[in-house]
C-alpha cells in the first residue's frame, strides 16, 4: 500500500469532522416539531369551521357579540344606543325602531348590517337569476321563498334562461325600522346595476339587453326574532318582503 501522505490523511479527517457536524445539526430534533404540526392541525380545523354554510347569511353585528355580557346590560345598551343615534341618513321614526332593536340585542351595529345586507341583496338577486333554490331556501321567508321558486319554475317551463351580471349597488338607505311582537324588521331601499338579458329556448333575446347597464330600484324588509335570549344569540336576518318603488 502508497504511503498516505500528511496533506491527504489532513482531508480526511476534515471530511469525517464535517460530515458528524452535518448530521449532528440535520439529525437534531429541536423539540417543537410536534408543536408546529398541531399549530398547523389547528389552523387546518379552524379554517373549515369558519368556512361559510351555503344556506345562511349572517347580517353582522359589531365583533364582540358577547358585548351585554362584558360590559354590563346598561353600558352596552348605552353604547348601542350612541351608535343608532350618530348612524347617519334616518330619520327620528327610523332611529327610534333601531333604539328598539338594540335594547333587545346591545350588539346590533346599523353600519354592519346594511353591509351585510348589502351581500345578501347581491347573492339573492343572483341566485334567483341562476336558478339556485337551495342558496335562496336560506335567505327568505317561507313565503318569499315559495313567490321566487313559483317565478323561476314558470320560468324555466317556458326554457327561457336569465344572462345577468351583477356590477354594484350604488346605494343602499334604510327606509324602516321596528320590533313587533318580538320580531325586528329592518326595510331597505337598495339602488343597483345590473345586466340583464332573457333569453328564450333558441337564444334568442326576449327581454333585456347584454350589453347595457342598466339601474334597478327595489325595497326589500328583512326580519329576525328577537323575543329571547335564545333568538338573539341568533343573528341571521331573512328577506320576509320585496317591493317595488311607488
Not at 501522505?5 to 439529525?27: C, E, N, P, Q, Y
Amino acid at each position: 500500500m502508497e504511503k498516505i501522505d500528511l496533506f491527504t490523511l489532513i482531508s480526511i479527517v476534515v471530511a469525517v469532522v464535517v460530515v458528524w457536524k452535518l448530521r449532528s445539526v440535520l439529525g437534531r430534533r429541536t423539540g417543537d416539531e410536534e408543536a408546529r404540526v398541531e399549530r398547523y392541525r389547528a389552523e387546518r380545523r379552524q379554517g373549515a369551521q369558519a368556512s361559510p354554510n351555503d344556506n345562511v347569511v349572517t347580517l353582522p353585528r359589531r365583533e364582540s357579540e358577547h358585548a351585554g355580557a362584558d360590559l354590563g346590560q346598561d353600558v352596552a345598551v348605552a353604547d348601542a344606543e350612541e351608535r343608532i343615534k350618530a348612524f347617519p341618513g334616518i330619520n327620528a321614526e327610523v332611529r327610534h325602531g333601531l333604539l328598539e332593536i338594540v335594547k333587545r340585542d346591545p350588539a346590533f351595529d346599523p353600519e354592519a348590517f346594511v353591509h351585510g345586507a348589502r351581500q345578501a341583496y347581491e347573492m339573492i338577486v343572483t341566485a334567483f337569476a341562476e336558478g339556485n333554490r337551495k342558496l335562496l331556501k336560506g335567505l327568505l321567508s317561507n313565503d318569499v321563498y315559495d313567490g321566487f321558486t313559483r317565478s323561476m319554475s314558470d320560468r324555466e317551463a317556458r326554457g327561457e334562461q336569465v344572462d345577468q351580471s351583477f356590477v354594484g349597488i350604488n346605494k343602499a338607505d334604510i327606509l324602516e325600522s321596528e320590533v313587533r311582537s318580538g320580531i325586528a324588521s329592518i326595510t331597505i331601499r337598495f339602488v343597483s346595476q345590473l345586466i340583464s338579458a332573457t333569453r328564450d329556448r333558441a337564444g334568442a333575446i326576449i327581454t333585456g339587453d347584454p350589453q347595457r347597464i342598466k339601474d334597478v330600484t327595489d325595497i326589500w324588509t328583512f326580519s329576525r326574532d328577537v323575543s329571547t335570549e335564545e333568538a338573539v344569540a341568533n343573528p341571521n336576518w331573512r328577506l320576509v318582503e320585496t317591493q317595488s318603488p311607488a
